[in-house]
C-alpha cells in the first residue's frame, strides 16, 4: 500500500499502534508494564536523599523512585510536582523533571518558559502570525506562561486549534496548582493510541478496527523485529544487537565486499537506521560498524545520517566518528525495548 498509513489496535494484550509508510512499518508504539512510570506521566513526589557526585536527589513516587537531577535548593521530605522524561535501565531509577511540559497535538504548554512560539518547521509567515494570534486570543498575554504552536497546526481548523490549547492550559495550571501530599500520580503518560494522534503526522488511511493488525500484516513486521537481520533490500543488510552497555549495529554488504558495494549499503543503511531503532524501542549509545569504504566517503553518510534523523521523533544526537571508524550517536530512552516486553496474559 502506498503512502502512509495508521494502525491502532493491541499486541500481546498491550495496546499498540503502527505506522506504515509505503508497505513499511516506519514507528511502532506500544504500552509498557503498569509498573514501570511512563514518559510524560506527572506525579506528586517527595525529595527523598542526595546522590553524592550525581548532583542529584532521588524522589519517592507511589511505586518506587525516580531520579531529579537539577535538585539545588530541595529539602529531604518536601513534596513537589515532577515529569518522568524517560525509561532507565534495569535496576536504575527513572528520570524526572521539576519542569513539566503539557503536550497536545497542535500545542506544547511551557510553565516555566514564558512566551509564544511557533514550530520552525511552519514556514509560511502569515501562518505563523495567525497562530500567534490564537494564541493571544485564547491565552492572554505571554507574561505567565509558554506555548509552542506544533507543526500539526499548520495545517488545522483555527477552532480545533484554540480548543487545544484552552484544554492544555487548563490542564497545565490545575497541574501546577497541585496542593496535595505524598507521593501520588496526578496525570497518567499517553498510551499509544493517544501518542499516535498526538505526534504522528496526518495519515493518508487510517485503520482502528480490532484485529487490523493481523488483516494488513502488521504481526509479520512485528516478528522481522524478533531477528537482529535486517535486510536493506539489494544493498545488503543490518545486524541489530542491543547489549547492557550500547546498541552495536553492524552493516554487511553480503557477497560483494567492493568499495563501490560498501558506499551504497551505508547509505542505505543510514537511511534505515531510523525507523530500525523506532520499531525495535532502542536508546541510549548507539555504534554503527558501517561496511569499508574511503574516508572520503564518510561526509556523504553522515549526512545521509542527519537527514536521515532529522524527522525522527526520538532526541538523537550523532557524536560522530570514532578513532576506529565506528559512528556513534545518542538516544533518549523514552521507548522500552521490544524485546524488554512481557507478554500480558488474561
Known amino acids: 500500500m502506498k503512502g502512509r498509513s495508521v494502525h491502532l489496535d493491541s499486541w500481546n494484550g498491550r495496546l499498540a499502534a503502527a505506522m506504515l509508510v509505503d508497505g513499511q512499518l516506519d514507528d511502532l508504539l506500544i504500552a509498557p508494564p503498569d509498573d514501570r512510570p511512563q514518559p510524560g506521566a506527572i506525579y506528586r513526589a517527595t525529595v527523598d536523599r542526595p546522590l553524592k557526585g550525581q548532583g542529584g536527589v532521588t524522589v519517592r513516587l507511589p511505586h518506587g523512585r525516580g531520579f531529579l537531577k537539577k ?3 530541595l529539602a529531604p521530605g518536601q513534596d513537589l510536582v515532577v515529569q518522568v522524561t524517560g525509561y532507565a535501565e534495569p535496576g536504575k531509577a527513572p528520570p524526572v523533571t521539576a519542569r513539566p511540559l503539557f503536550k497536545s497535538r497542535h500545542v506544547i504548554v511551557t510553565p516555566d518558559a514564558p512566551g509564544y512560539n511557533v514550530s520552525r518547521s511552519v514556514r509560511d509567515d502569515d501562518r505563523r502570525d495567525a497562530l500567534l494570534a490564537i494564541a493571544h486570543e485564547v491565552a492572554g498575554p505571554p507574561d505567565r506562561i509558554g506555548l509552542i504552536l506544533r ?25 501546577q ?6 507521593p501520588e500520580l496526578l496525570f497518567d503518560g499517553p498510551d499509544p493510541h493517544m501518542l499516535a494522534w498526538r505526534d504522528w503526522p496526518m495519515p493518508d488511511a487510517l485503520f482502528g478496527e480490532p484485529g487490523n493488525f493481523v488483516d494488513h500484516g502488521i504481526l509479520d513486521h512485528i516478528d522481522l523485529l524478533a531477528s537482529s537481520h535486517a535486510e536493506l533490500g539489494s544493498h545488503g543488510w543490518i545486524s541489530v544487537e542491543p547489549t547492557r552497555a550500547l546498541v552495536a549495529v553492524d552493516v554487511n554488504t553480503g557477497g560483494d565486499s567492493s568499495l563501490a558495494a560498501g558506499l551504497k549499503t551505508n547509505i542505505a543503511a543510514a537511511r534505515a537506521l531510523p525507523a530500525q531503532l523506532r520499531c525495535r524501542g532502542l536508546g541510549g549509545q548507539i555504534t554503527i560498524d558501517f561496511a569499508p569504504c574511503p574516508k572520503k566517503d564518510r ?18 544526537v550523532l557524536a560522530g566518528w570514532t578513532p576506529l571508524g565506528a559512528f556513534e550517536l545518542q538516544r533518549k530512552r523514552d521507548r522500552l525495548p521490544l524485546h524488554e516486553l512481557p507478554e500480558v496474559h488474561p
Open 151 to 175: 507543526s500539526a497546526a499548520a495545517e488545522a481548523d483555527d477552532g480545533e486549534i484554540a480548543e487545544d490549547i484552552a484544554a492544555t492550559l487548563e490542564l497545565a495550571e490545575q497541574l
Open 177 to 182: 496548582t497541585d496542593s496535595g501530599t505524598g
Open 71 to 73: 535538585a539545588k535548593g
Open 299 to 316: 561526509r556523504t553518510i553522515e549526512q545521509i545520517l542527519r537527514a536521515a534523523f532529522r524527522t525522527c521523533p526520538v532526541d538523537t
